[in-house]
């Protein structure tokens, strides 16, 4: 059965976690464009995690804007698969994505998500890009209160990239990693810092689709009608 890898990756049995670790409290930081620095991918994992995710650097960034879905994540690599991460080609639930208009800057001020039922968005997106392959990521700071009372409170600093080679159907090679950069965890229930998980689109493309919105919006990006709309299934978009 598919499971939702933003509920298990940084929390190894708190489920609901990771909604709350990007929706509390959220920091964006900000990075120059052309470069991914020490904020996203630690010097010392620099080298080892571009040999399960290629991080593309330069400022000729294709045009991503769109929606995608990936229905068929599977787990590629985690650097401790042996203490809690999962084993490769573990699938997880399906993705859609939603990129907005790149300014000139190369930045994203739009940008969602849903994985399974969990849904949020990130106020910026930063993309880089080399011909049609790209690397879009951010950094968000959170808070999660593990027992309710704020006693047990955690805190994160995570990295989320995203690398893939745009095309007229979707995104292929789509691969995404997420880093744990620093954390403040009493209780050892999130993932040590420098941990790294690297997720695949196993059929190879993430394709475009119509509009979406989660039911936590009223109405898709662009949209001004106001109508919910649900997200596509598979079957429906191949008709």
Not at 110 to 130: C, F, I, K, T
Not at 172 to 190: C, E, F, G, Q, S
């Amino acid at each position: 059965m598919k499971t939702t890898y933003r509920y298990t990756c940084f929390l190894l049995f708190v489920a609901v976690a990771m909604t709350a670790c990007l929706n509390n409290d959220r920091t964006t930081v900000v990075l120059p464009t052309g470069t991914v620095s020490h904020n996203v991918i630690p010097d010392e994992l620099r080298d080892v995690i571009t040999d399960h995710i290629p991080v593309y650097e330069g400022n000729e960034i294709p045009n991503i804007s769109g929606y995608y879905l990936a229905d068929n994540v599977v787990s590629l690599y985690c650097s401790d698969e042996e203490s809690g991460g999962y084993s490769p080609g573990k699938s997880f639930a399906d993705e859609y994505s939603y990129f907005g208009e790149i300014t000139s800057r190369g930045l994203i001020y739009e940008y969602m998500e849903r994985e399974g039922s969990a849904y949020y968005s990130s106020n910026l997106v930063q993309v880089m890009g080399d011909g049609n392959n790209f690397t879009a990521y951010y950094v968000t700071e959170g808070n999660t209160d593990l027992d309710d009372d704020g006693i047990e409170e955690t805190w994160s600093k995570v990295s989320t990239i995203l690398s893939g080679t745009i095309t007229a159907d979707g995104i292929r090679n789509w691969k995404k990693a997420i880093i744990m950069v620093d954390k403040i965890d009493p209780l050892n229930k999130l993932m040590e810092v420098n941990v790294y998980r690297v997720f695949e689109e196993s059929d190879g493309i993430a394709e475009r689709i119509s509009p979406w919105t989660a039911p936590e919006r009223r109405h898709a990006p662009g949209d001004a009608s106001g109508e919910e709309e649900k997200l596509p299934s598979k079957a429906s978009i191949n008709q």
